[in-house]
C-alpha cells in the first residue's frame, strides 16, 4: 500500500498564531513537537492505465500546451500567407507602395519561421515518441 506524509499543523498554526496555541495548550513549538503534526494518509491505488492512454499522458507531461503551440503556428503562419499574396497581388497589379517589398519580405519570413517550428515541434515529438517507447513504464 502506498502512503502519504501530511504535513498539517503548520498552517493551522500559522492561521491560529502560534504564540497563542502555545499558551493555550502549554507547550513549545518546536522540531519534537513537529513530529506529532505528521499523518500518515493511505493513497488510493492507481487505476491501471491502458499503454495507449499511458503514453498520451506522458507526452502530455514532457512537452505541455503543444497543441495550443501548433494552432498559433497555423494562425501566423496562415496570418503571413494571407498577407505574402495581398502584397504579390499588389506588386503584379503595380498599385503597390514602395513600403510593399520589406513588407513581402516580412510575411515570407514569418511564414517560413512558423513551417521551422512546426518542424522543430514534429522533431522534438518524434524524439521523445522514440525515447518513451524505448523506456519500460515503471
Not at 66 to 83: D, E, H, N, P, T
Not at 89 to 100: D, F, I
Request: aromatic fraction near 10%.
Amino acid at each position: 500500500m502506498l502512503y502519504q506524509l501530511s504535513y498539517i499543523g503548520k498552517a493551522f498554526l500559522s492561521i491560529a498564531g502560534i504564540e497563542a496555541l502555545e499558551k493555550r495548550l502549554n507547550f513549545k513549538y518546536d522540531v519534537s513537537n513537529l513530529l506529532l503534526l505528521v499523518r500518515v494518509i493511505p493513497m488510493p491505488k492507481p487505476r491501471s492505465l491502458s499503454p495507449e492512454k499511458y503514453a498520451h499522458l506522458q507526452a502530455e507531461a514532457k512537452a505541455p500546451y503543444r497543441g495550443l503551440r501548433r494552432f498559433i503556428y497555423v494562425g501566423f503562419g496562415a496570418s503571413g500567407l494571407i498577407g505574402a499574396f495581398i502584397f504579390v497581388t499588389q506588386l503584379a497589379a503595380g498599385v503597390a507602395k514602395p513600403a510593399a517589398i520589406p513588407n513581402l519580405a516580412l510575411q515570407c519570413g514569418l511564414v517560413a519561421l512558423m513551417v521551422w517550428l512546426w518542424r522543430y515541434e514534429n522533431k522534438v515529438e518524434q524524439k521523445q515518441t522514440r525515447s518513451s517507447s524505448q523506456s519500460p513504464r515503471s
